[in-house]
């Protein structure tokens, strides 16, 4: 009995196996196709200094349109990143990101840093070429593009990493290091690497200005960010609250719902001109 059971329940579990493979597959290719069938697009977050309110930035985000949903980037990334199209998606993300901002500049849109998000796994692959020819071909400023690298691209192979921070120095690109203090963090990268700026995760914004943990951990950030002579900027800033507190402790920027969403490129350019607009 134990054996029929078992074997059924084996069963079982491979036809459910079978199935979540196969759904996993037609979403692999779905993603493959995606870039040409128009499904991709980008939506901008923008981004603020504290103190003047003035826009600072903005920061690309990806969505995935497909078969009438939304996929979030947290789903698709991690499948570009496993199967290899992350890089072709992540050139395309440069790519639509400079030429939209080389568009802006021509309309005389005082045209805010852009930030990209650049994955662990393009960080290793002949991205220094890559990043400098679009930038060639798009004629974006580079001192107006900021890449948003986490923990563990800098960590996979310190000594390329450190020659390519370097080499975008030398360009002019700004280096942001995303998600700060949910990776494998270690206070000798911010020494060793050539940084710009340092997100402090919404992880730490999300308990502000109560929780006792969340506020150790963000002036500390803030007070070695600021003797590093590195920018701070929070993501994820939501309340009235948390922004008096990060105004308080001199953080440069900020950036999250309570100023605005991820927008549409139509709706993002209506902001960005009301911007303008202000005396
Ligand atoms: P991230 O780079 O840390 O981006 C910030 C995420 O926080 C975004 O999620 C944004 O929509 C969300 N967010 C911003 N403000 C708030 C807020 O006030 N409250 C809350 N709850 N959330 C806020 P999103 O757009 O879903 O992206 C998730 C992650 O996917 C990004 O995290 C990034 O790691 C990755 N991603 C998105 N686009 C790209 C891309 O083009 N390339 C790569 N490699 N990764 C991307
Ligand atoms: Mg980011
Ligand atoms: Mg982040
Ligand atoms: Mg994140």
């Known amino acids: 009995h134990a054996k029929s059971r078992g074997r059924s329940n084996y069963q079982f579990y491979d036809c459910k196996m079978n199935e979540k493979a196969s759904a996993r ?25 504290l103190g003047t309110n003035e826009l600072s930035g903005c920061e690309v985000l990806l969505r995935w349109f497909h078969g009438g949903e939304l996929i979030s980037p947290e789903v ?68 107006l593009l900021v890449l948003e690298v986490t923990e563990s691209a800098l960590m996979s192979d310190v000594s390329r990493t450190e020659f390519l921070l370097t080499q975008f120095r030398e360009l002019g690109i700004q280096i942001a ?46 007070d070695v960010a600021k003797h590093l002579g590195l920018e701070t900027i929070a993501e994820g800033v939501e309340t009235e609250a948390q922004l008096n507190f990060l105004k308080a402790y001199g953080c440069d920027q900020v950036q999250g719902f309570y100023f605005s969403k991820p927008l549409p490129l139509n709706e993002f350019e209506l902001l960005i001109s009301s911007a303008n607009d202000r005396p």
């Open 25 to 49: 597959l037609k979403l692999e290719n779905a993603l493959r196709q995606a870039i040409e069938k128009g499904e991709m697009q980008l939506y901008y977050q923008p981004q603020y200094k």
């Open 76 to 143: 698709f990334i991690p499948l570009a990143e496993e199967t290899g199209f992350i890089l072709p998606l992540g050139k395309w993300v440069l790519e639509e990101g400079c030429r939209q901002g080389a568009e802006w500049l021509e309309e005389g849109v005082n045209v805010p840093s852009i930030a990209i998000n650049v994955s662990a796994f393009q960080f290793r692959q002949e991205f220094y070429r890559t990043v400098d020819s679009v930038l060639r071909h798009t004629g974006f400023p580079p001192d």
């Open 177 to 222: 290091l995303d998600d700060f203090g949910t990776g494998y963090s270690s206070l000798a990268y911010l020494k060793k690497f050539s940084l710009d700026k340092l997100k402090i995760d919404r992880a730490f914004i999300d308990g502000l200005p109560d929780d006792q943990d969340d506020i150790a951990i963000t002036s500390s950030i803030l």
